[in-house]
Each structure stands twice: as C-alpha cells, then as structure tokens.
C-alpha cells in the first residue's frame, strides 16, 4: 500500500512540471526589443529634411540566427495623419562585436515632413509589438559665406553671405531678418554679426591685422536647426609707403630713413646691398603701433650705395620692401664748432632742485671759402658736473637736423647749495682736425 502512494505522488509532480506547448510558441524573439530611429545601432540625434530625407527605423535582435523576414513598422504624424508603413528589410551589425539588426528607411518630402511623428508598433506575422517612438523632423536651410576679397593695410574686409531656408513645397526661400554671427576660427570666438536683409543676404565689414579663418552661424529657430558653413579665409597684404630719406649721407654719419606700413604687428628691417646680397644692418625690429617707424645707418665709406626697407609681419600674404639710392661723401678735415650754443633754465632764474634746463645750438663746419656749413644727423650729448669734482656724467643728448640745429632739456643733477657746469660735446668719428669738440658752460648755482 505504501509503495502504491509513492508511484502516485510522482505521477503528479511530473504532470505539474511540463508547460502546456501553446505558451512556447506564441512567444516572438523578433519583438523582444523597442524600435529606435538609427541604423546599424548609430543613432540619429537630429533629423533635418531639405527637399526630401530617409528616416531609419530599426529593430535590435539578441541573436544572428533569427528569421524576422516580414517586420514592419507603423508610423504615423503626431496628430494621428499621415500613416505609414515601413517594411524592416536591411540587416546590419554583422561586425564584431556582433549587434544584429534589422531596419527600414521612411521616405519623407518637404510638403508633409516636417513636424513631430510617432512610431506606434511594429509587426511581425500575426504577431505585434505595441509602442510610442516619438521623433521630430526639422526643415533645414542653405547658409553660404562669400570668399572674402583681400584687403590691404587698413582696408576694411567685408564679409557677406546668404541664409535661404525651405519650405513645405521644397523650394528655397529667402530668410530676412536673421542674424548671422561670424565666429573665429579659433574658440569660435565671436568676430561681428549681421542681420540679413529681404533677400536673405547680410554684409558687414571687419578691420583684420593679418589673414584670418572664419565662419558664419545661425541659431536654431522655430523648427529650423542651427546652421554652420564652411571655413573661408580672409587674407591681408602689408602696405607700404614710400620711403622718406635724405639723398646724400656722410662717412661716419648717422643716415635716418623713415616710413609706415600696415596693419598689425610688423616688423621693418634696414638693409644694405653689398654687391652681391642684401644684409641687415643692427637697425631693425618692430614698428610701433601707429604704423610710423624710423631706422638709421652710419656707412663707413664714400661712395652710391643701395639700401632698403624690408617689412614683414605673421599671417600675411606679402613681405614688401622699399629701395633707395645714398650718396656718401666724406666731409672734408675742416674744423668743426658748436655755434649759438645755449645752457639756460627753461623757466628763467633762479636755478633751483626742480628746475629743467634747456641745451640748443648748432653744429657747424668751416668751408674752405671761410663760410660755416651745418653737420646734420649728429649727436650732441649734454655732461654735468659738480663744481670741485672731476667726473662728469651724461644727463641729455639730442640729434643734429639738417640744419645742424639741436635742442633738448634735462633735470637739474645737483642738490641746493652746489654748483655745476655743463659740457657739450658730440662723441662721432667726425674728421675734427682743430676743432672744437667740446664747449663748457657755468658754473651755475642752485638755490635753495
């Protein structure tokens, strides 16, 4: 009797372990996962129609063996118009590592488009997989920036452009007032904006110092996407003024050339041909921000020489220079002399710690007939002393003009109560055969 109980409790419990077959097959592995809008398992993050766009809709499967042959997605506007189905046809993610998928392109045009749309179940056989896959699709525009003219010194560069954005017929139509920002290719910093006009064009123009790479944008509008173009170039060309220079120079002389260019940060180099290359002289560097510059040269023999102005600067497209023709004699072994030479307070006497003095006069030459002639472009340096001592020390110096005329001014070096005197002299290599290189002023009293 026991034994008989046993066997029956077993038949029971097996009875209850097997599922009913029915259940198994009504399972469907090809609708396992939600749709999404990508294909391959690349996700499409913004749709943008223009005349017509491909919209991707995908399954995911967990495994390459199944047959989902027959899938389709049912798709619809958000407001319940426009149904369509899609048929999941194409296979991908066969790589490694392996994403098996299977999807579908829904073809949409500018006239019913654009706007919000909604995957609302996928079907496969008789089986079905209810959803809400919402996705929206922007209308997209046409943004173009012109290629920038090359401008020259302080020209300005316009920049200009067009924004045309399409409609729900396809067609593109002008985009008036939209402002366009113009952002720098580095950061995209900002560089200027402009609103577009009725046909959709925006102008603007922008004083650049040296070749510049840029874009234009628009912001993202209603149901029109931000836009972007291509890089364009704005290139700068150096211009350079003729020179202004004196056509005669003398030996052991300085020589004073001058100038402008633009625009930026530039440099102006002097240079002298030697016969058979150009070679930078120790007077050069950058020019100041004005644009103006001077450079100076002391040739060391008579004779025509060739020299010239070369300019240069970072991200333009030209290097100019300029040439000039010199003449260089040797002043003849004259005497030379301070004359009209005046040491004075510029504020009149007394003489006192914070006065400034002034220092003028002329530089001159005797001529062989007897008469003075002037020696320009020399330097005279004003040397004080103390009254007892023996040192002297520079407080001023000015340049010779044309004339031979100079003047400066300087601070008083001595403290109240002392004395002091004044030497001018000009430091040159000069031929100074019985001349007078030097003249001494005072003693001068400063009061307290």
């Known amino acids: 009797m026991r034994r008989r109980l046993v066997v029956l409790l077993a038949a029971v419990m097996v009875a209850v372990a097997v599922p009913p077959v029915a259940a198994a097959a009504a399972e469907d592995e090809c609708l396992y996962n939600q749709p999404s809008i990508s294909q391959d398992r690349s996700p499409v993050e913004t749709i943008v129609l223009k005349a017509s766009v491909r919209v991707p809709i995908e399954m995911h499967l967990y495994r390459d063996s199944l047959d989902c042959a027959g899938m389709v997605a049912h798709v619809r506007k958000a407001d319940g118009s426009n149904q369509q189905t899609v048929a999941l046809t194409e296979q991908g993610g066969r790589g490694m590592p392996p994403s098996w998928t299977w999807y579908g392109w829904l073809p949409l045009t500018a006239a019913t488009g654009g706007g919000d749309w909604v995957v609302t179940k996928v079907t496969h056989g008789a089986n079905e997989l209810q959803t809400n896959l919402p996705f929206h699709v922007y209308r997209g525009s046409e943004l173009t920036l012109d290629q920038p003219a090359r401008t020259s010194g302080t020209a300005r560069t316009t920049l200009s452009g067009q924004l045309r954005r399409y409609s729900n017929t396809g067609a ?71 020179l202004s220079a004196l056509p005669t120079a003398y030996v052991n002389g300085w020589w004073k050339v001058s100038g402008s260019a633009y625009p930026g940060k530039l440099h102006a180099d002097l240079q002298v041909f030697n016969g058979t290359a150009w070679v930078t002289t120790p007077s050069y560097g950058p020019i100041p921000a004005n644009g103006v510059y001077s450079r100076y040269w002391m040739p060391t023999k008579a004779g025509t020489h060739r020299l010239r102005v070369w300019v240069r600067g970072e991200r333009v497209d030209n290097s100019p220079s300029r040439e000039v023709s010199v003449k260089v004699t040797a002043l003849p072994k004259s005497p030379t002399y301070f004359v009209g030479s005046v040491v004075a307070p510029t504020a009149g006497l007394p003489i006192r710690r914070d006065s400034t003095m002034s220092t003028f006069g002329n530089l001159k030459y005797r001529r062989a007939d007897g008469t003075l002639g002037p020696v320009g472009n020399q330097v005279v340096e004003v040397h004080v002393r103390p009254v007892g001592e023996a040192a002297w020390w520079m407080v001023g110096a000015a340049r010779t003009s044309v004339s031979g005329y100079f003047y400066t001014r300087w601070g008083v070096p001595v403290q109240p109560g002392q004395s002091f005197q004044v030497m001018l002299t000009y430091p040159t290599k000069l031929p100074t055969t019985a001349s007078s290189a030097t003249g001494v002023f005072g003693p001068f009293s400063v009061q307290p």
Not at 177 to 206: E, M, S
């Open 172 to 242: 593109l139509v002008a985009a008036p007032n939209t402002t366009v920002r113009l952002l720098h290719q580095t950061k995209d910093l900002l560089i200027a904006t402009a609103t577009t006009d009725a046909a959709g064009r925006f102008r603007t123009t922008v004083a650049f110092t040296q070749n510049t790479t840029l874009r234009a944008s628009t912001a993202a509008s209603g149901n029109y996407v931000a836009e972007l173009t291509d890089y364009r170039t704005a290139h700068k060309l150096i211009a350079m003024s003729y």
